[in-house]
T-cell receptor, first 114, second 110 residues
Framework: GAGVSQSPSNKVTEKGKDVELRCDPI?????LYWYRQRLGQGLEFLIY????????KSGLPSDRFSAERTGESVSTLTIQRTQQEDSAVYLC????????????FGPGTRLTVL | GNSVTQMEGPVTLSEEAFLTINCTYT??????LFWYVQYPGEGLQLLLK?????DKGSNKGFEATYRKETTSFHLEKGSVQVSDSAVYFC?????????FGAGTTVTVRA
């Protein structure tokens, strides 16, 4: 597609529920990244995929967070048993995959945990 | 580790004023440096980039020069417009991972 797309754009959930966030990268981009942006703060790295493998999961905050990717296509970030501190904008980015390539961002999913 | 420190805001300017947002970084190796911009209600967009020392990135009248000796990548624009009101993020990439500054909110008044 023309750009990185994410769905849903907004998600409101109750504490304790599971949520799935989806990212569709730019066609041809082999690398895919998830970041989190809490209100008034910069971006936190969560996880990076090269193809469908995840060489770097170091940013995942806890074992409630997981992500998978199908080939060089869609990725899903899953948060289990959501907590209020998980409320944030979750951003996905993609790139051609070399170590310093420009990353292009999607519009984000705003997650609110009540 | 890698880190980015940028000037805290908010910054409020009049139209046609000169804008500078300071950014310094700490990194191992040879990172690439970026400025991203987030306009109200929109997603993060790449504004400009520089991939090696002494490179100058430029776009939409904005410029930033990669200064390895001072580990800086300050953003400048000579004459801002109301449409430049946004949050600006300095970032570096090293080994695939982007590290961002906290962001600087810029408001330009007519």
């Amino acid at each position: 597609g023309a750009g990185v797309s994410q769905s849903p754009s907004n998600k409101v959930t109750e504490k304790g529920k599971d949520v799935e966030l989806r990212c569709d990268p730019i066609s041809g981009h082999t690398a895919l990244y998830w970041y989190r942006q809490r209100l008034g703060q910069g971006l936190e790295f969560l996880i990076y995929f090269q193809g469908n493998s995840a060489p770097d999961k170091s940013g995942l905050p806890s074992d409630r967070f997981s992500a998978e990717r199908t080939g060089e296509s869609v990725s899903t970030l899953t948060i289990q048993r959501t907590q209020q501190e998980d409320s944030a904008v979750y951003l996905c980015a993609s790139s051609f995959g070399t170590r310093t390539d420009t990353q292009y961002f999607g519009p984000g999913t705003r997650l609110t945990v009540l | 580790g890698n880190s980015v420190t940028q000037m805290e805001g908010p910054v409020t300017l009049s139209e046609e004023a000169f804008l500078t947002i300071n950014c310094t970084y700490t990194a191992t190796g040879y990172p690439s440096l970026f400025w991203y911009v987030q306009y109200p209600g929109e997603g993060l967009q790449l504004l400009l980039k520089a991939t090696k020392a002494d490179d100058k990135g430029s776009n939409k009248g904005f410029e930033a020069t990669y200064r390895k000796e001072t580990t800086s990548f300050h953003l400048e624009k000579g004459s801002v417009q109301v449409s430049d009101s946004a949050v600006y993020f300095c970032a570096l990439i090293n080994d695939y991972k982007l590290s961002f500054g906290a962001g600087t909110t810029v408001t330009v008044r007519a």
